[in-house]
């Protein structure tokens, strides 16, 4: 079975800092992962996905994660925190071997102080 | 373009009523998802339509639950009678064909459910 935990259910950052969003996953077979960001009453958006190739991966708004295999990890990082990146973010897996069930972690709500 | 559009955005009923949500998935897209959130649970899947056939409804939580598919380009889940319990947002999703690009969803924007 396949699960995903991410750690901190809240991250404050100040604007310009680092973000680091912990995603920590189980999967027996290679996953597929995801994260998608959700801003105040919308739905979720991509931000980006590992299914093969490159561990590290680049999304929209200058977010990217990295996979490492050794870690069961996916963490998501953007190096200058934006006042507009407050928003919640989730963590998602899904195996790959054409399984339409993705499944979402609790998520993480960033908030970013001026 | 247009995304997936849900309606009502909001809906506030009394409890024992049958509630209606719609879904207009994206034009093309062959997959459809209906998902619920709350602060509880988290984000759950409820079931998935596949060219309009449901695949898997095992999160469909009871019987008083219900969705269709009757073409490409609408979806409904039902609830009759509502509970207080069923106080969530309802999300729908789609993609193009999830046997074959895992895990890229467009959502709509939700509709926020109140069962008082």
């Known amino acids: 079975a396949q699960s995903v935990t991410q750690l901190g259910s809240h991250v404050s950052v100040s604007e310009g800092a680092l973000v680091l969003l912990r995603c920590n996953y189980s999967?027996?077979?290679?996953?597929?992962l995801f994260w998608y960001v959700q801003y105040p009453n919308q739905g979720l958006q991509l931000l980006l996905k590992?299914?093969?190739?490159?561990?590290l991966v680049k999304g929209i708004n200058g977010f990217e994660a990295e996979f490492k295999k050794s870690e069961t990890s996916f963490h998501l990082t953007k190096p200058s925190a934006h006042m507009s990146d407050a928003a919640e973010y989730f963590c998602a897996v899904s195996s790959g071997d054409s399984s339409y069930k993705l499944i979402f972690g609790s998520g993480t709500r960033l908030l970013v102080r001026p | 373009d247009a995304g997936v559009i849900q309606s009502p955005r909001h809906e506030v009923t009394e409890m024992g009523q049958e509630v209606t949500l719609r879904c207009k998935p994206i034009s093309g897209h062959n997959s459809l998802f209906w998902y619920r959130q709350t602060m509880m649970r988290g984000l759950e899947l409820l079931i998935y339509f596949n060219n309009n056939v449901p695949i898997d409804d095992s999160g469909m939580p009871e019987d008083r639950f219900s969705a269709k598919m009757p073409n490409a380009s609408f979806s409904t889940l039902k609830i009759q009678p509502s509970e207080p319990r069923d106080s969530a947002v309802y999300f729908c999703a789609s993609s193009l064909d999830q046997r074959e690009v895992a895990g890229e969803l467009f959502f709509g924007e939700g509709s926020r459910l109140t069962v008082l």
């Open positions: 590992y299914t093969t190739g490159a561990t």
């Open positions: 999967s027996s077979v290679p996953p597929y």
